[in-house]
């Protein structure tokens, strides 16, 4: 297991987790879901992943969860911007946040045969690239990201457009 995910919480219990996480953990497990992999999908457009314990966002910024899908255009963004995203309260919660880059790598799988993302799980997942909340250490300017189209990563300048995803947990 990658070093950086060794910390993460464990949402199947509930000691250790602050109020509102443990009263977030309570209403996600009263959700009805559906389990993909090692995906736990929730009606509240969240998904959990059993093999991390971060809970996701199933939508890109700027798309809608309309109970089945993730509907509208995804919204392009600088990394800035992205940084600055806090979910607004999606599914009940305010600690949001931008991924790491070792967190945004775990949702490629390469096992898809289209995009490298679980389609169930992430469904209508722009096959654009995605920011990570990570600098690149010998590049002052950029940040790493994901292209879950073709599960491909690379470092973009700061000033770039490109998509977001926000996580709960871990770090």
């Avoid at 999908?41 to 998904?47: I, R």
């Avoid at 289209?114 to 300017?141: D, E, L, M, R, T």
């Amino acid at each position: 297991m990658l070093a950086a995910l060794k910390n993460l919480p464990d949402f199947k219990n509930l000691e250790g987790l602050d109020g509102q996480q443990q009263t977030s953990v309570q209403n996600q497990q009263a959700l009805g879901s559906q389990k993909y992999a090692h995906y736990i999908a929730y009606d509240d457009g969240t998904v959990l992943d059993t093999q991390t314990g971060l809970l996701w966002m199933r939508c890109a910024l700027g798309q809608t969860w309309d109970g089945k899908t993730c509907v509208g255009e995804a919204a392009t963004m600088t990394w800035d911007e992205a940084c600055q995203q806090t979910g607004d309260g999606f599914a009940g919660c305010r600690d949001w946040r931008m991924p790491t880059f070792e967190e945004l790598k775990t949702l490629v799988d390469k096992s898809q045969g289209g995009a490298k993302i679980h389609p169930q799980a992430f469904p209508n997942c722009p096959a654009n690239w995605f920011w990570s909340g990570s600098p690149v250490s010998f590049h002052s300017n950029d940040a790493w990201s994901v292209l879950f189209s073709l599960g491909h990563d690379n470092y973009f300048n700061y000033s770039s457009a490109l998509n977001a995803r926000l996580v709960r947990g871990g770090q």
